[in-house]
Each structure stands twice: as C-alpha cells, then as structure tokens.
C-alpha cells in the first residue's frame, strides 16, 4: 500500500431485519455524521436489491494510510462500530489503495 496515496474503507454489512428502523436512524444521525468528522470522505453507497451480496456497502477514503490507520485505531471509530453492530450483522471492513471508479 502506497503511504502517500489516498486509501479506501470499504465497509459491508447486513442489516439486522429486526432493527430497520433504529439502523436506519442511526447511520443518518450518527454514523455518517461521525467518520465525516473523523476525516473520512463518503465517496460510495451501495444497496444490494437482489443477489448474494451483502446488503450495504459503504465507501469512504483517506488522504493516506498513516490517517487510515490513526482512524481504525481509535476509540471514536470503535465507539461508532460497536454502536452499529447493534443494528446490523456480517460486518466486514478492507483497506484499499483508492482509485477512481467502482471498488469491491
């Protein structure tokens, strides 16, 4: 991974059936709002309508890895992670080099 480049966060998740309406509440007021703060540009999201995806995926970059990886280790995002695990299952979370375009 390029140190200088800008990296990606690519998040997924399934959200939990049961909880639609809280996750929903949650990921607008909070969520979003707080990787913004935390640096983070929303630069994707997707929601899977049909197929064996994973229900949500979100995009968000870095200006580089030492930011990325500060981010990952602090205790707002484990606060703002661990409050979406309320709502949500199979979370998962890649680190990438950023480009342009779509990134799985």
């Not at 998740?13 to 709002?33: A, G, K, S």
Request: aromatic share 10%; hydrophobic share 40%; net charge neutral.
């Amino acid at each position: 991974m390029d140190q200088n480049r800008p990296i990606k966060l690519i998040m997924t998740w399934d959200i939990t059936p049961e909880h639609e309406q809280e996750y929903f509440e949650f990921v607008i007021r909070e969520y979003i709002p707080g990787i913004q703060r935390m640096g983070c540009e929303l630069s994707d999201a997707w929601a899977t309508v049909f197929g064996a995806r994973p229900q949500i995926m979100i995009g968000a970059v870095v200006a580089n890895a030492k930011k990325a990886r500060q981010l990952l280790l602090s205790n707002e995002w484990s606060t703002l992670t661990n409050r979406l695990q309320d709502f949500i299952q199979n979370y998962t979370i890649k680190v990438v080099n950023a480009r342009s375009g779509f990134q799985l």
